[in-house]
């Protein structure tokens, strides 16, 4: 029983480090932070930190304002959880320099192709959430879930589930939730924080990327492109641009939708975002990403317009059915 080994790890050790991955999302986050939460009243020391700077959006959830910069930290940890993360090079350049030589690595995810590291591990691609792991492990450790680790939980589960709106939204993620709401965890200001409120520089790279929008393979494969000079204009950073390729993926038609960031001279971030009929995990594997079948990402190197059309071509010949376009 995978659960089992958790509370053996937690009892092994009293100075903790909660990492997840770079460009933290609400899951991450959540999971993060609902866990330190639960860890502190037994007598933890629990730091958490990301490689990236807490995106404004998540800056609701309890207990945010402790989160620190991995690059801040003042010595690397022995004893280390690792959420969300399908490989530990996913917790950034910083996250693993606050990681000492030979410590302890625990591994909660739900990501697809994930690589084996960390132990114990718990791995369950069926799971909707890091969250839901997270929240399944304080459950058969036995460690109580408070008000303040029941809003963070639940804001994981509901960050990736999209507010239970997507396919991985099972009965047993809603029975979850519901106790964590029982709990403490407030579901509508839950949503409006992650859902309902935009900032002005989030609401002009919207509409600048909207009017980029163009469809491919027939209108199978929808594009919503935000270049360097675009993220100028809004006077938006790449964060701001959080959730827009769900509105890729909304077009009537389309299997697929996609977002093309500019997010740095000569760097790129893809989002793929699928109705469940063509694996975009596989798709942002041949560019070096991962993530899940339904929504999955990819950073790459390389000019804008030239990543761009190879990507495209990649999209249109996996909803065509033709052969895979080559890895690399
Ligand atoms: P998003 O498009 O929201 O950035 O990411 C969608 C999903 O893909 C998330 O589960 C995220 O963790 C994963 N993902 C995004 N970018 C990358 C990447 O560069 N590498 C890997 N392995 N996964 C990614
Ligand atoms: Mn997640």
Partial sequence: MPHAAFRAFVDAHDDFLIL????????????????????RPIGKRVTVANDSPLPASLRFLPGWEEIRLASELPEPFRAVFVLDCSSLDRVGR????????????????????????GDPRLVNVSASATAELIVEILQASELPI???????????????????????????????AARLVERGADPSRTARSLFGRKSPASLRVLGLALASLESR???????????????????AAPEDADGIVQYAQS??????????????????????????????NDIA??????????????RLRGELSVVRESVLQALEQAVHGGPPAPRG
């Fill in 94 to 117: 910083t996250g693993i320099a606050a990681i000492a030589p030979g410590a302890a690595i625990a591994c909660v995810d739900h990501h697809a192709g994930t690589d084996g590291f």
């Fill in 251 to 280: 077009v009537n038609g389309a299997l697929i939708g996609v977002l093309i960031q500019e997010t740095a001279p000569g760097e790129v971030r893809i989002s793929f975002r699928s109705d469940g009929s063509v694996d975009v």
């Fill in 20 to 39: 997840s991955h770079i460009d933290p999302d609400g899951d991450a986050v959540g999971s993060s932070l609902g866990l330190a939460w639960a860890l």
């Fill in 285 to 298: 594997g041949r560019f070096g990403g991962g993530g899940h079948r339904n929504a999955a990402g990819a």
């Fill in 217 to 235: 393979a027939s209108g199978k494969v929808s594009v919503l492109t935000i270049s360097r000079a675009m993220f100028d204009e809004a006077k």
């Fill in 146 to 176: 408070g008000p303040e680790a029941a809003a963070c939980l639940y804001a994981g589960i509901a960050s990736d589930t999209g507010a239970f709106r997507f396919q991985n939204t099972t009965p047993h993620v809603l029975r979850l």
